[in-house]
């Protein structure tokens, strides 16, 4: 363990990088997926052919991804908006169907309420709906955060440093504790960004501190922590 | 009525934002830069390394020395492919980068002839397109090698490549995958050498733990070692004898991009004047066995070298 | 584009077919990794989901494990364990069958927590005992989100499973790292090609598997119906607004 003593300032740096890699994706995936869910959900037709292809996409194997995008939109191949690409279209995939799924829970009769209250179609969406998603939407989030910390440390093997570069390094050297260090700093910022947003849903999501009632909304919100 | 509104969300936003920002600004090398830094101060030059630790430890050898002389050292490490950093140092993205001679040589092209040091080093100066350049070569060789364990070796009375043919047992080579297609690889020992190859084993650490582990475990046979590799002293093993030139001269050599300037080379030229071999297996050992950072082990040397 | 036309006749090329290196090998190592890593995952995964799903009792802290575990970077726990135990297939199947079990483990317990209460207290009423209720009311009605766990288990490993090339001679990754080494994109992309429809084939699969093992009379893909909320259509709404929009 002395290795991670004298190694402090490259841990921390390291750790930044990857900061900086994973928070842009898991932003821009909700931004992305919201209207692809949104779309999902309210064309019947769209619903099949969205929902495929998002499987489709969390089916290609990362490390191809990342040679395949400079050469469909021209970024240069070491540059980390590659590896932010593929994170956020990761992201998206996972993320289409919890949208999907969360707006499907909404209550008709809510929803019907709100019509007949007289508000209007966005505001529908923004006020009512989307509020109304919200945990089932924050649970898929904390499942994309958390795999996107995780999986971008695959960039380390094109050149992008991350806290993957930990593993590539420890492990040309044989030095096991930098391999475990990379490990535990990869789990320990998952699990903070997963608390961050946790904290984020309990301001942004007041009316959830209580455990839900509606025992719909609470199958659903777990259904969607579920499989993904 | 409902909390979830614009204000309270714009707001989150914005100190979401922020805190991302101001991180960056605290991450080291700017992550969102692609590598076309063509505007900074012109004393700024920018130094690469591949992704293996001892062309590391080199980099930083040169970036430190660099810095000692009064330039500022951008630096890029870790770049993983030839494909990628050759044209980013032809195009001036980065201007200093550790190679070898030898595959060097054979990357830019497969036929080349090869030969003694000098011979492939005035090669490689023909092979180089414009826009890059190298300055003098090392006397620090880290060669490709055949090797095989000392027990081995001794069982078979191996001395060079050629004496692999005594072989009884099937022999198994193990390397990364590219090994299987080079010129020196195991089709080559099998036609020039009569050598029967009984199964190629890929291990992509470049020639690291596992690839030691499995060659000690005698999992595998006969590997490709770098000559410089601690572990050639540490794990007794024998790097086999190549007298027909199988392998490249591999001395190290900075390549350079129109950047660098009289001064610049006269610095890199200084050490690669101070480093040799032993040099190369020394500094190596403190990366693998003593587990020191390339920061730590690339200031010892320069403070013992006295150079500047 | 012409990367792709290159991927495909990498593909199509008859010579990629022969000897122990080529694609139908590879493609079978791959399905026979995929599947016995899932295997080995749903052996400890279902029967701790189903332990929690019944009881209703370390649902937290099996959420948080589940959280803990997805965390782990597949390539570091792959470079470790190989540190210790050198090249083969031991390394892989450790770090797969780690990955594969948080979406098993959740399938597991949300298939049970999804079915409704009243169903349970019937079942406990008429005097069935735990192990016949775990084995006649919960296990058949909690099928399908557990298939939906192991479907989406086997998507990713499927993915990942092109790690194991890294440290042995294995499965269809061997493809992409040799084309990433020796720079032959037309092998490298012709192996995620391969990858991927081989997903796409296991996905068919299971779409077909889920809507065969729900059991008659359960609503498949969707939340089953809240009878304290069902619909009672009154007179003159449209049907299309009581069916709800899933």
Redesign the interface.
Known sequence: MTWIWSNLDLLWDRTLDHLVLSVPPIILSFLFAVPLGWLANRYRAGRGVILTASGLLYAIPSLPLFFVIPAVFGTSLRSPLNLIIALTLYGVALMVRVVADGLASVDTDVRQSAVAVGYSGWSIFWQVELPLAGPVLLAGLRVVAVSTVSLATVGAVIGAQSLGSLFTDGFQRGIQAEIIAGIVLTVGLALLLDGVLVVLGRILLPWTRRAPTNRRTLRVARMAEAPA | MFTANRGRLAAVAAVAVGAVVALAGCASGDPLDSGNTTDEGSATLVVGSQDYYSNEIIAEIYAQALEENGFTVDRQFKIGQREVYLPEIESGSIDVFPEYTGSLLQALNADAAGGTAEETFAQLQDELPDGLSVLDMAKATDQNSWTVTQAFADKYSLTDIASLADVTEPITVGGPSELETRPYGPTTLTEKYGIPIAGFTPIEDGGGPLTIKALVDNAIQITNIYTASPNIKSDKLVALDDPDALFFADNVVPVVSDKVDEKAADVLNAVSAALTAEDLVSLNSESVNDELSAEKIAAAWLKQANLF | MN?FVDAFNWILDPANYAGPGGIPVRLVEHLVFTVVAVLLASLIAIPVGFLIGHTGRGRSLA?ATS??L????????L??V??WV??GLGAPYVALTVLAIP?IL??AY??F??IDRSTIDSARSVGMSESQIVRTVEIPLGLP?LI??I??AT?QV???A?LA???A?FGL??F???G????D?AE??G??LL??LL??AL?GIFTVVQRLVVPKGVAFGR?PV?R??SARPGPGMDPA??K???
């Open positions: 990367l959420v959280g803990g997805r965390s782990i970077p597949t390539l570091g726990l470079t470790l190989a540190l050198g090249i979406p959740a399938g949300a298939g927590e999804a989100l939906a766990g479907r989406s998507l499927v993915a990942t092109t090339a890294y440290v001679d990754g061997r992409l790292f040799a990433l080494k020796t720079r994109y490298m992309l192996g995620s990858v991927i997903a796409l996905e939340p809240d304290a909320r607004i009581t709800g929009n899933h």
